[in-house]
C-alpha cells in the first residue's frame, strides 16, 4: 500500500529558501531551431548545468540540511547510479558530513570519478541499482549512517520540487512541462510546485521503453516492479517509490516510453543544435517530443527538463557515431579493388569529389570474396547526407569497383 500524499507546496517553498545558496538558478532558454520543428515555443530548463551536472543536486542538499547534528554526525549513506551519489556527495562535502555511496559496478565512469572527487567513500556493487540499494541498507545497519534515499524521501521530493518554483517565477507563461521519471522524485517534487498553484498547467512524465516502471505502477493501480536497462542509466529504476507513487497518480497528466534509438537521437541533436550535451536520462524529455510521442503542443508554450549532463565521453562518442549511421552521415563502405599502390589514391579522389571524408580504411586479403590479385577496403566515411553517400556508391560502382553499404543496426 502507498504512502499518502507526504509533500506540500510549504515543504517545497521550505525547501527553495534552505537550499538557494548551494544550488544553481539553472537557465530555462527558448529554441529557435527545435521549436519551429516542433510547432511549438519549447523552452529548455538547463539542469544539466547544476553543480554537479545533474538536478539532484537540490534534492540531495535539502536532505543534508534538515538533518539534526545527530544524524550529521553519524554520516550518510544513499544508494545511487552516479547523479544522486554526486549530488548527495556534494551536500555532505558543504556541510562536513562524511558520505558512503553504494553504486553499481556498471556506473558510468564520469559518474564514479565526480562521486570521488566530492570526498564520498564508494563502495561498488552489483549489477544494477536495485542491487547498490540492498546493500547500502546493510551498511547503513552494520554502521549507523542515515540513509537518504535517491528518490523516494519527501526531503529529496520537496528539494527537486524547486525546479517547478523557478519556472513558475521566471517563466509564468509556459503551459506544458515535460520530465524525465525514474523513481519519480524531480516529477513528484515539480508536480506539487506546479499543480497545487495552477492544476491547469499539464505535466508529461516520459521514461524509457525498457523499464518503464512508474507507467505499469499507474496501469496496475498499485506499486509494480519492471526489469529491464536502458542507456539512460539516470531514470533506470525497477520500481517507483512508496512517497513518489501517490503524487505521481495525483498530479502527472500521461506518462509516455521512448525507445533507446530515440534516446540516442536526443542527445545528438541537443549536441548539434543546442551545443549542450546531456545524458540518456537527461535527453528522454525531447526524445519523446521529437519522435511525436506528445500530442496537443502546438501553438503552446513547453518546458522540457534537461536533467543531467554527466555521460562519459567514450559513451557520448558511440552514440554520436550510431545516431550519425542512422542519419545517413556515417557509413561503412565494403570496395573490391586492384591489389596496387594507387587503388586507395583512386577512391579517396572519388569520395572527394562526393564530399566523403574518409575516417578510416581498412585492407582486407582474406575472409572475403576479393580474388588474389585484389583486395577489400573498409571505408568509415562522413558525408553530409544519404544523398551523398549513395552518390559516391554509384560513382564507385560506374568506374566499375564493387562497392556495397553497410546498413547501421
Known amino acids: ?145 542515515t540513509f537518504i534515499h535517491a528518490f523516494d524521501d519527501p526531503r529529496v521530493i520537496a528539494g527537486q520540487g524547486t525546479v517547478g518554483l523557478e519556472l513558475m517565477e521566471y517563466n509564468p507563461y509556459l503551459e506544458v512541462f515535460v520530465v524525465p521519471i525514474g523513481g519519480g522524485g524531480l516529477a513528484a517534487g515539480m508536480a506539487v510546485a506546479l499543480k497545487e498553484v495552477n492544476p491547469s498547467l499539464r505535466i508529461v512524465g516520459v521514461q524509457a521503453e525498457n523499464i518503464a516502471s512508474m507507467k505499469a505502477s499507474l496501469d496496475a493501480g498499485k506499486i509494480t516492479s519492471v526489469s529491464g536497462s536502458t542507456i539512460a542509466d539516470g531514470i533506470a529504476v525497477g520500481r517507483p517509490g512508496e512517497y513518489t507513487f501517490p503524487i505521481v497518480a495525483k498530479y502527472i497528466d500521461e506518462i509516455v516510453t521512448v525507445t533507446e534509438d530515440e534516446i540516442a537521437q536526443a542527445v545528438l541533436v541537443l549536441l548539434e543544435s543546442e551545443k549542450t550535451v546531456t545524458e540518456g536520462s537527461g535527453a528522454a524529455g525531447v526524445a519523446a517530443l521529437l519522435s511525436g510521442k506528445i500530442s496537443g503542443i502546438a501553438g503552446k508554450s513547453v518546458c522540457v527538463i534537461l536533467t543531467g549532463g554527466n555521460i562519459d565521453t567514450t559513451f557520448l562518442k558511440n552514440i554520436l557515431a550510431r545516431g550519425m549511421a542512422r542519419d545517413g552521415r556515417l557509413a561503412k563502405l565494403h570496395v573490391i579493388v586492384p591489389d596496387r599502390p594507387d587503388s586507395l589514391t583512386k577512391i579517396a579522389g572519388m569520395a572527394a569529389a562526393e564530399s566523403a571524408h574518409i575516417l578510416d580504411v581498412h585492407h582486407g586479403r582474406a575472409f572475403n570474396s576479393a580474388a588474389y590479385r585484389e583486395t577489400e577496403l573498409e571505408l568509415l566515411v562522413e558525408t553530409p547526407g544519404p544523398q551523398q553517400t549513395e552518390a559516391l556508391l554509384k560513382a564507385l560502382v560506374a568506374q566499375g569497383y564493387r562497392a556495397t553499404s553497410v546498413d547501421p543496426e
Open 1 to 145: 500500500m502507498s504512502a499518502p500524499i507526504s509533500v506540500t507546496l510549504n515543504d517545497v517553498k521550505e525547501a527553495r529558501a534552505r537550499i538557494r545558496e548551494f544550488v544553481n538558478l539553472s537557465p530555462c532558454t527558448e529554441s529557435p531551431r527545435l521549436s519551429s520543428q516542433l510547432d511549438c515555443k519549447l523552452f529548455l530548463k538547463m539542469e544539466n548545468l547544476q553543480r554537479t551536472g545533474a538536478y539532484k543536486d537540490r534534492g540531495a542538499m535539502n536532505a543534508v540540511l534538515s538533518l539534526d547534528d545527530a544524524h550529521k554526525k553519524a554520516g550518510v549513506i544513499a544508494a545511487s547510479a552516479g547523479n544522486h551519489a554526486q549530488g548527495l556527495a556534494y551536500a555532505a562535502q558543504r556541510n562536513n558530513v562524511h558520505a558512503t555511496i553504494v553504486m553499481p559496478e556498471t556506473a558510468p565512469i564520469a559518474k564514479l570519478r565526480g562521486t570521488r572527487q566530492y570526498g564520498a567513500d564508494v563502495v561498488l556493487h552489483g549489477n544494477g541499482y536495485d542491487d547498490a540499494f540492498g546493500r547500502a541498507t546493510e551498511l547503513q545497519k552494520e554502521k549507523g549512517y
